[in-house]
Structure formats: C-alpha cells, structure tokens
C-alpha cells in the first residue's frame, strides 16, 4: 500500500502539508512516507486508520522527520501507539512492516460474513443543496459498498439550480438513486421529507461531504443483525484530508467523533447510571453518520425543523434527536467499525463559524427539549456544575487535546455560540412555522 494525496492539492503560504492521510490495513506491507508531497510541500505529520483484516482499530499521528519514514518506522509507531489493542490479535508479536497472510479465514471477516447473510434491506439518504461535486464524490462512495444500499435517496433542499437533479440522473445509470425535492429550506425540513419517503425502510443518513468507507454500510448492517433491540446504530466520522491547519484543529478538538475511540458502545436504559441521556451530549452519535430503525424518529415527533442547518441554530437536530429516543427509552449502538470520511472545512473562518454553530447549536437543543419537556430542568441544573468543570478546567474532554497551536479564539467562539443558542432556538421556531404556513 502506498501512500496517497489529494489530487491538485493548492500550495498555502507556508508550503507545508500539515499532515497526509492514511489508510493502513496491517494484513498488507506497509508503505513509506515520503518527508516531501508530490507538490513540494513540506509533509509535518502522518494521521493513519489502522485496521487489520478490513477491521478498523484505532488511529495514528506520528511526527515525519526529514528523512521520511520507513515502513519499519511506521511499524514501530503504530505498536507504541495501539500495541495494547494489535497484540492480542497478533499472538503477542509487535506489529509487521511487512504484511500477514493468514492461515484461515479471519475471524472477524468470518463474522461480517455471517451476518450479512442475515442482514435487512438499508436505505442511504443524503439531503444536500447546491454542492454537486461533493454530492457526486459522496454517490460514487455509496456505488462501491461491499453490502449495497437497497437505495440511495437524494433530498435537494430548497434548490436554486438543477445541478443536484442532474448529479442524480447521472449517477443513478449505476444504481437505484431517488431524486426528492423538498422546498423548504432547512436540514430538518429535509430530514422529515426523506422519513415520509421511507416509512418501513432502516434508514442510514451520510452527508454529501463525506465518503462512505468500502465497508461502511456492511459495518452498518452487521450492528443491526448483532443488536436486534437497537433503534439506533451510529459510526466513526474520520478525516478524509488533513490539508490545512483549520482542518488540523478541528481534529484536535474533537473531530465528529469527539474522542469515542474505537471501542463499540451501547446506550440505553441500563447505561442511564452512567452515562445521562442529557448531558454530555452527544457521546453516542453524529447525525453524519448514523442510522434509524423504522418508526423511531416517527415516535420522537419527527426531526425539529427549529434546528439544523439552515436555521439560526445551525445545526444540533441529531442531537436532540438522541437525546429523545433515550429518554424514550431507546437504545443506541456506538459500532466503531462503521466509517465514513470526512472532508472538513478548509478555512479558519469556515471552522470559526462551525464552531460558533456547535455552540449554538447545543444550548438551542437543550432550549427545544425543555419546551417540550420542562420537567427535565431540575436534573439538567444538577447536571450544570459537571457542565461548567467541562468548559473550564484544564483535564476536560473538550480541551485536554487541544496543542499549543490551537487558537484559543476559537473556545471563545464556542462559548459565545451557546449563549446565542436559546434565542436562536425560538427564532428558528416562529421561522419553520412561517414556512409551514406558507406551503400550505
């Protein structure tokens, strides 16, 4: 396996590539890194997803000297870093350079296949508006699954052009894809039309800006056949470049899987003890990739379209979302095996106004469910000196990897996005209710 780089990737000012990234299987030979990227840029760094037999088990950020580094080197930073985790697998050897030909089929690939033997039809929805190159990068990622969708159901949100219909009719020459349009502006808005096209169907949401691993949608299916009682099933969001600092950052405040490593989960009534439903959220899914039973968002009231993108909360309805189903008394299934790739925002600006979004976009939620349930508001202000500990103090999970390079601006914007997020809440709220009118 060799290393790869974004196509044409553009020269910034400094003429460094943050870091490369990797998709490393162990079964093959390792590849070496190169210190220099094809485009002259100065590589500082290597993120890798490692796996073994397709199975992914962690991932790696190792420094790259001048020199590069030798598939021994990488090797040897790969047991340092995820050997507690490798070992076992390898019978107590260290990690190979050199690849593994096993002697019979490995277990894990033996259990995927089982299971998909047994595994429902799936329905992929995308809800995009206006970014038809990522749309048609994201579709090409859903044409080459291991386990194909039964379909692929494209919402276009509030179109301006007819370039989304025209990425679908292209697309859809290699595959079952439905073009549904929704006039409404509004993530939400798109989400409840996408439910109302698939009512009976297991639903599996990806956005455009991702690909789907190979072996995502099986991932998907397997936690489904392993976990019959569960409503939800949520995956592992990883980088798909690391191009830029913006995307460097975002990496180190948490990514979209914000730390949830690769150890599989369950959430539900039994976990109530210790880990609330309310807070801190989400430590069981991203709506970027995650995937709905029939009937379960239908039970939930449906997705509110006082939040998501589009609104003045910018984001967060997958967050109230799981939060309702648990308090419903739900189950999510955290399946680390399940991936998708992401392509984050390559700027600072775009990451200052993701992370003014996360902001307010949390305390909007927390607005919504307390409107619908205030009952909920004496255990959420017992819950709030936890919160406070979190947003302060040196060791929380929101801060402790953060690196010396990371612009502290940034926390401020966080925080000044959550004072903004009940006000954004009942704006977004008298807005859907105009929209509503008005399509009537």
Not at 239 to 262: C, D, I, M, N, Y
Not at 309 to 337: H, R
């Amino acid at each position: 396996m060799t290393a790869t780089f974004p196509a044409a990737p553009r020269l910034d000012d400094t003429g460094v590539l943050p870091a490369v990234v990797l998709d490393l299987d162990l079964a093959e030979p390792l590849p070496a890194i190169a210190a220099t990227a094809p485009d002259g840029r100065r590589v500082q760094q290597a993120w890798a997803l490692v796996r073994l037999f397709t199975e992914p088990l962690g991932t790696l950020l190792v420094d790259v000297p001048e020199r590069g580094l030798s598939p021994r080197d990488l090797a040897a930073a790969i047991d340092t870093a995820l050997g507690e985790v490798l070992r076992p697998r390898l019978d107590g050897a260290p990690v190979p350079y050199t690849g593994i030909v096993p002697d019979r089929e490995p277990a894990f690939l033996a259990s995927r296949r089982a299971a998909l033997a047994a595994a429902p039809d799936i329905t992929v929805v995308i809800c995009t508006r206006e970014r038809p190159g990522a749309l048609a990068r994201c579709l090409d990622s859903l044409l080459a699954q291991v386990y194909m969708p039964a379909r692929i159901l494209v919402v276009d949100n509030a179109p301006a052009t007819e370039a989304t219909a025209e990425v679908v009719r292209s697309a859809a020459r290699r595959g079952r894809i439905d073009y549904l349009r929704e006039p409404k502006a509004g993530l939400s808005f798109a989400r409840n039309a996408a439910e109302a096209a698939t009512r009976g169907e297991i639903v599996a949401w990806l956005d455009d800006d991702e690909l789907a691993d190979r072996y995502w949608l099986a991932e998907v299916a397997r936690a489904l056949v392993d976990n019959p009682d569960a409503d939800v099933i949520s995956g592992v969001i990883v980088p798909a470049e690391l191009e830029t600092r913006a995307q460097v950052w975002f990496e180190q405040f948490g990514g979209h899987s914000k730390g949830r490593g690769f150890t599989p989960a369950t959430f539900g009534p039994h976990t109530a003890h210790l880990q609330s439903p309310l807070y801190p959220l989400p430590p069981f899914g991203t709506g970027a990739n995650m995937t709905f039973r029939p009937g379960v968002i239908e039970r939930i009231g449906g997705w509110d379209t006082a939040l998501g993108a589009g609104t003045p909360a910018m984001g967060s309805e997958d967050t109230l979302a799981f939060t309702k189903v648990l308090l419903a008394g739900g189950t999510i299934v955290y399946q680390p095996t399940a991936v998708t790739h992401h392509f984050h925002r390559r700027d600072f600006e775009g990451l200052h106004k993701q992370m003014v979004g996360y902001g307010t976009g949390l305390t909007a939620a927390y607005t919504g469910l307390l409107l619908g349930r205030p009952g909920l508001l004496w255990p959420l202000i017992r819950l709030a000196p936890t919160a406070l500990r979190d947003l302060t103090g040196a060791d929380s999970l929101r801060v402790s990897t953060l690196q010396d390079d990371f612009p502290r601006e940034l926390l401020t914007a966080n925080r000044r996005g959550m004072m903004a997020g009940p006000g954004a809440y009942l704006r977004g709220r008298r807005a859907a209710r105009a929209k509503q009118r008005a399509a009537r």
